[in-house]
């Protein structure tokens, strides 16, 4: 699908929102790709981010896939809007046994209130990538800012106030 | 509900697999309640933690509230079972807004391979604890171990092989 | 939980919206209880219901879960608020065999816009009930109705327009 | 992704299934593509299907994507092998306004014990296809038959026994 950004500087409102989430830094995530409807986050192996066998933990799975749908639906909002998570699912239907993981979100739908996302997370293992989880979101937008505050809000990741 | 673990030593099981998770110690976590079918996992606020507002970033309310579910039915699984996780969904119901995030898993039905839990996470602020998030989970039962290794596993947050 | 309901005939206007639609009458359902925030729906088994087993289908047991968390959530909207359904998520955690299906809805938080659910549903057998899926559900409060028409709507089943 | 089919009849197999299926007809739905890990089932607008606008009712849409991919699963099974519902998610993204359903499932990967699957609702108005649903399901697999029986089974849409 083929979208048109309601805000020229999408980008540096998604990018300015994913900055400011200390978590993302803290699981070593950025952003690769930021089109209208669509948005790429990818973190890299690390020991901090692993389960029982070393490979990436399903909370880490999750948290890429949670971001990538947010701010994909969040490259279609307007200047003042602020986006949060209202619900998703992740299913899990390969080990996350690789370098790096890669989440790409899409929008399927976006509506006046609501979107609704895709994102699929695939690993990177020997240069190819494997899907490793699949998910779909549903984001709220919010008029004007998040709690009143009117400023760049972004996947702030929880439900409304 | 109650539930009949198969495993004298299920919350020692527990214990270890969850000390084996890098991410969980990242991610500041820990188990306080190991029940037969029913496990807590806390963690205290930090700025590492947190979204664009300072609250608890969804990608840690849902790593909470996988680890509880999985960790829930691991208490009701064999001494040589692995587990992991299949699919989970999470609505995110209220801000993450407090001092310390408290996910409640318990398991609604164990089956022969599969187990479906569900977790609550409770955001507590001034004392209080407020619902942030509801989830559901699918669980997979590996006898004699993930891969193989024959070894105390738990939940590995991934596919299965 | 306890909620209060803002319209005094909430019950009047679930069991108004129930009638209308005729998919209820379809799979011979029928509204057992309206309280503020819970709902039950029932149906008796019926050989046009079943799968290949002769058991309730699961679009079956799907259909009564969505409608008792949509009405569940309808108990507590105003007079005239529409409502609508944005996602479900279904565990079939056992086989839905036996003589009639109970949904029992409840809400879990009741937003400005957005209320979260969760049902769960039991299938009689022998006199006992027996869990055999448990739901959670996303619903959106429309003011004023859906589509602009203003009157009473109920849980449409469908994205906001 | 292109998937090669254990058993040479699963076209048959799965039409055999479906066609055991009461609900299927109760619901007028009907198989329109069969092909490895994908399976299209499509139904008419017919007022016994409708909620109170008319349109489609969510458990008409969201029984329909069940089959869709509980039946493209199926085709990746083998000649002895049941399957059923472990779990289905619907994001209901616009009102089912039209005259026909259509329910387009596919795999995203089939495991040796668990399928994980997509499927897409559209509904047809003015000759044209619009997406009205996105669904994520995991679809189990039962090796010999369900309860032992042996004989083909199919999308039985309920837990595990």
Known sequence: ????????????????????????????????EIEPGRCTVETDHDPSLTQQH???HAGVVATLADDAAGYAAFTLMGALDS????????NLVAPAKGDRLVARGEVLRSGRTLSTCRAD?????????????????????????????????????????
Chains 1, 2, 3, 4 share one sequence.
């Not at 986006?83 to 992740?90: D, R």
């Not at 494997?130 to 549903?138: D, E, I, M, P, V």
Request: charged fraction near 20%; include cysteine; aromatic fraction near 10%.
């Open 83 to 90: 986006i949060l998570t209202v619900e998703f699912k992740v």
């Open 54 to 56: 070393g490979f990436f």
């Open 121 to 161: 997370v695939f690993v990177v293992r020997d240069g190819e990538e494997h899907l490793c989880a699949a998910s779909q979101a549903t984001l709220m937008r919010l008029v004007g800012g998040f709690g009143g505050e009117g400023g760049p809000a972004g996947n702030s990741g929880h439900g409304e106030g």
């Open 1 to 32: 699908m083929s979208f048109a950004p309601r805000h020229p500087d999408f980008a540096a409102k998604v990018r300015a929102s994913f900055d400011a989430q200390r978590f993302m830094q803290h699981v070593g995530a950025r952003l690769t």
